[in-house]
């Protein structure tokens, strides 16, 4: 690959995302193997260029000033199944390639383990770094290994499902050492007999009004509930939930529970509670409010849409005004999932 070439300036970056917001990149090059990655790389440290990864755009979003520097957008693909000696088979899969063609491709082949995590935007290079998760899976679960990049040195390193250090919405390549990283393939283990995941509340009753449930059938399920409950992208921009769900101590949500005695709790051991930010921010009447061109989702008040022509600063004044509003009426400190680049 000839990068000088290849390299584009001024180019738009609301194109790139999800929630349709940014301004242009001084220099963009998409990639589409290890080694025109390592190039970029390379040319970047030549030019004393910032860098920025970008995957599906789905849990990003840009300042309306751009950015300056070089942004590379990874666009490797590719899927190379393996049996094991366990029966499991183990899928070695492109950064680039769309996570939920990758679970669609597992269903249509009878794997078990992603089928909860449908419809989930972006790539799956970004799966391991936001530890993905819905209706009671995390993709932790089925991750055998993390390969990336340094980037300085443009070493390539594989990581283990224990070096990757997951945790709820986290992970090593969040850290500011793991930031030095990106990833180019990831590692799944997924099972051709395994045990469909029929925890979450929705899940269970969409199949008391339904069919028993087959690998196929949750994936539909799955597609069905978050279609109620996240708006279309053609028609609105979102990253989809905006905050993670906080976890408490006990003293915390003891305290909370005097204030909503009716809110549901995810998880209850001896010393932490997680309970839905949605749940509180109904309560608050944050849902289906909008302020200028922002606003929450009328049918899940904690995603986060944006509209034709807002921009990033609307945004985060929106945004603000919520995790004030939460701290205040509260106590609790919400955290973001969406990460803004400004």
Known sequence: MDVQKSIKQDVLLKKFTTFRIGGPADYFISVHSTDELKEALQYAQEHNLKTFVLGGGSNIVFSDEGFRGLVIKIEIKGIVCHDTENSDV?????????????????????????????????????????????????????????????????????????????????????????????????????????????????????????????????????????????????????????????????????????????IPSYYNDATRVKVPLGFILEKLGWKGRTNNLVGTYKNQSLVVVSYKKATCKQLVSFISDIEKDVKNKTGIVIEREVTLVV
């Open 90 to 262: 183990m899928l070695e899969v492109g950064g680039g390639e769309v996570w939920d063609e990758l679970v669609s491709f597992s269903v249509s082949r009878n794997l078990y383990g992603i089928e909860n995590l449908s419809s989930i935007p972006g790539t799956v290079g970004a799966t391991p770094v936001q530890n993905i998760g819905a209706y009671g899976v995390e993709v932790k679960d089925c991750i055998e290994w993390v390969e990336a990049i340094e980037i300085q040195t443009r070493n390539i390193k594989r990581f283990s499902r224990k070096e990757c250090l997951f945790s709820y919405r986290d992970s090593f390549f969040k850290t500011a050492c793991g930031r030095k990283y990106i990833i180019v393939k990831v590692g799944f283990r997924l099972k051709k007999e395994g045990v469909l995941n029929l925890s979450y509340v929705d899940v269970a009753h969409y199949f008391t009004q339904k069919k028993s449930p087959t690998l196929k059938r949750v994936r539909e399920a799955i597609i069905t509930i978050r279609g109620k409950k996240f708006p279309n992208l053609n028609e609105v921009g979102t990253a989809g939930s905006f905050f993670k769900n906080p976890i408490l101590t006990q003293k915390e949500y003891k305290l909370l529970k005097e204030k909503f005695s009716d």
